[in-house]
């Protein structure tokens, strides 16, 4: 079974899948294709319902194929891309320039900050997804310092497996991650590194200002601004959809991982959404928007009882359509690498 876009529209059907498909947005031409080799083990909600997958692409796209069975279409250089696998929660594995990069992993146990009886999380979809699944990394990427982005019983067996990996990390986390690390760099807001890639070229990594947890004096925790290394194609990604305006506005960003459905205590904030992100895209200039469903774990506990959502993802595409007409929402399937190449100015 197939998806089949054409002449900008899109025609879904159900995807049985039992394997990690690798979903590519390709421009000049646009290509949608999959095939069946896997980043790494299957994803085991993906062997075990029917997907369905609906993208909206852009009316110059010409043709377009999903299938379990074959890739298909044109191949492009590739030399600037991004590889998004969402590993649920705040959770990515990220791949450009040969460079893998993992970011706020939680791939051991539960999320539960210590302290069960108040909030205790399990993923939804990768129950069985482990440490020894992950490919080889090159990089950890730590946006905060608390448990669900600074996630320690992931990270100390973590540590012991790559104990001179690079960390690039909130100065937040200092505490948490010099114990166990041996090669951090500590970004302030507007601070940047260059990571190496294995082709001998550069991915340049810029910290922005995420949300304050904590007093109003305190540093705020990390978003990152990734850029490829021909500066063709980039990357913003901040969890919590809470970032500075007026520090951000001149910036741009192809690609922009945020939050879109607002998770609410009362009186209280905890993830930012809807008309936010919609801003957010919109000063970026995204083309691309790749939704995160971080508030979709199976959470138990008082603090879990008391979280309301506010918002939906079609809420969201409907405040983006008026906003940024043709900026293209890309939902990421746990487990699925999402490919997207340079994209072309068109769009």
Not at 84 to 113: H, R
Not at 253 to 270: G, H, S
Not at 305 to 317: D, L, N, R, V
Request: hydrophobic share 40%.
């Amino acid at each position: 079974m197939a998806l089949v876009v054409s002449g900008g529209k899109a025609a879904t059907m159900p995807l049985q899948a039992n394997a990690l498909l690798p979903l590519c947005i390709k421009t000049k031409p646009r290509v949608l294709s999959a095939s069946a080799s896997p980043l790494f083990s299957p994803a085991p909600h993906i062997a075990a319902r029917s997907l369905s997958i609906r993208l909206k692409l852009s009316p110059h796209v010409v043709s377009s194929v999903l299938s379990e069975d074959q890739a298909t279409g044109f191949s492009g250089s590739g030399t600037d891309a991004f590889k998004l696998t969402y590993l649920e929660g705040n959770s990515w594995l990220w791949e450009t320039s040969g460079l893998k990069i993992l970011v706020d992993p939680i791939l051991v146990g539960n999320l539960d900050f210590g302290i069960p009886w108040l909030y205790d999380a399990a993923k939804r979809y990768l129950k069985g997804f482990k440490l020894d699944d992950l490919p080889e990394v090159d990089c950890l990427l730590i946006t905060q310092s608390l448990d669900d982005h600074c996630h320690l019983n992931t990270l100390r067996p973590f540590s012991e497996k790559y104990p001179g990996i690079k960390v690039i990390a909130t100065p937040n986390a200092k505490p948490l991650l010099d114990p166990l690390f041996r090669n951090v760099t500590y970004l302030e807001p507007g601070e940047s590194y260059e990571l190496n890639a294995r082709n001998g070229s550069k991915v340049r990594v810029k910290a922005t200002a995420g949300p304050v947890l904590g007093p109003p004096w305190q540093r705020p925790e990390n978003g990152y601004l990734l850029v490829s290394p021909e500066d063709q194609i980039s990357l913003y990604y901040e969890p919590h959809c809470v970032c500075n305006m007026e520090l951000l506005k001149n910036e741009r960003a192809d690609i922009v991982i945020t939050p879109v459905i607002k998770q609410l205590l009362p009186r209280f904030t905890l993830v930012s959404g809807q008309e936010d992100a919609v801003q957010l895209a919109k000063l970026l200039e995204a083309k691309f928007v790749v939704p995160m469903q971080n508030g979709e774990l199976e959470a138990k506990g008082i603090l879990a009882s008391i979280i309301k959502k506010e918002g939906t993802m079609e809420s969201f595409k409907e405040l983006l359509l008026k906003e940024l007409p043709k900026a293209q929402v890309l939902e990421p399937i746990a487990g699925v690498p999402l490919e997207i190449l340079t994209p072309s100015s068109d769009i």
